[in-house]
């Protein structure tokens, strides 16, 4: 079933197959909506008295928002994971949203897709934890907030090791490989960035306890829920900037790598400079005429020009090391 159903008292929970009679039981009603049709999604907003508008923005998958209605409040947060896209065989970042609806006496949390965070809680909920039971909706909303959240922290962990990898191999490659991997985290890290600025905001509301449906002793969840997102923009930056230093390491290392070898061209070509003017002079092959070049003549002419062009060669070469150009 994509839709369920528990209601849960400081001594039980109880599964419900029928969603009406779950939200006129006594205790607290957790209606759970995952990889939902457009008519369960109805159903569950006609017997929650959801407004359209709110299931749209769920549907939609809308940057991350909180608004307040008259009977329930409704936050909008977006998981996050690494997986490879449809168009690309590389991870990028993926997001899904929830939409989660706090009442009076029952918390509602919708996806259109996967919900797979939310199933820490759930299955706390059908263990009875007592951190669950004891307290109302608002802090079942809370705890799925947080785990939303503490994934992100995994996908940071894994991001930051990439960049670890990437920053070793910027000193010692010049391969387009390293480039494009540098260009690949970049992107991930303004997708996720994105995600998590929003988070941000939406969950500023509720760690002020703006919410009518918030208790006050819930209010210092959400504020720590708040800072551990603060924490998550940091390090985004943080790693933000450690991958434009690596970009930039990169291209010095190809700048330094590219002059090397023009270096070494260089030196070479002067090398061979005054070896062609040499040969140039001794091709110019005049006959009949007292000006013409005498060595033609001679019986060692040619291995005593080769023999001359060799030395002029070797005090070059050894030019060029004193200076340390090779």
């Excluded at 197959?17 to 779950?22: F, G, P, Q, T, V």
């Excluded at 209606?31 to 939609?60: K, M, P, S, W």
């Excluded at 990437?166 to 991997?181: A, F, G, I, Q, R």
Aim: with cysteine; proline share 3%.
């Amino acid at each position: 079933m994509t839709v369920q159903a528990v209601v849960y008292r400081e001594e039980a929970t109880t599964e419900y197959d029928d969603l009406e009679a779950a939200l006129a039981a006594d205790g607290t009603t957790w209606v759970r909506a995952q990889e939902t049709t457009t008519a369960e999604r109805e159903t569950v907003a006609e017997a929650l008295g959801l407004h359209q508008l709110a299931i749209e923005d769920v549907v939609n998958g809308v940057r991350a928002k909180t608004e307040q209605f008259p009977t329930y409040s409704f936050l909008l947060v977006k998981s996050a994971e690494l997986a490879r896209g449809e168009a690309t065989f590389d991870e990028e970042v993926i997001d899904d949203p929830i939409g989660i609806f706090v009442g009076e006496d029952w918390v509602c949390s919708l996806a259109p897709g996967d919900d797979a965070p939310i199933d820490r809680v759930w299955e706390a909920v059908g263990r009875g934890d007592e951190r669950l039971l004891h307290r109302g909706p608002d802090f079942t909303a809370y705890r799925m907030v947080d785990v939303v959240v503490d994934e992100y922290f995994e996908l940071l962990d894994r991001v930051g090791h990439l960049i670890e990898t990437v920053e070793d191999d910027v000193l010692v490659s010049t391969e387009m490989d390293t480039l494009e991997t540098i260009n690949g985290v970049r992107r991930d890290l303004l997708s996720f960035r994105k995600l998590a600025w929003s988070m941000r905001e939406a969950l500023s509301t509720w760690a002020r306890g703006d919410p009518a449906q918030l208790q006050e002793e819930t209010e210092k969840y959400f504020r720590d829920v708040y800072d551990h997102c603060v924490q998550v923009v940091d390090l985004v930056e943080t790693y933000r900037d450690l991958t434009t230093g690596a970009r930039d390491i990169y291209l010095n290392t190809l700048s330094q790598s590219t002059n090397e070898v023009m270096k070494v061209l260089t030196v070479m070509a002067t090398i061979f400079l005054p070896l062609t003017f040499v040969v140039g002079v001794y091709g110019m092959n005049f006959a009949d005429s007292p000006y013409n070049m005498p060595e033609l003549e001679w019986t060692f002419g040619y291995p005593a020009v080769l023999l001359g062009m060799l030395l002029v060669a070797l005090v070059m070469v050894w030019g060029f090391r004193e200076r340390g150009y090779l």
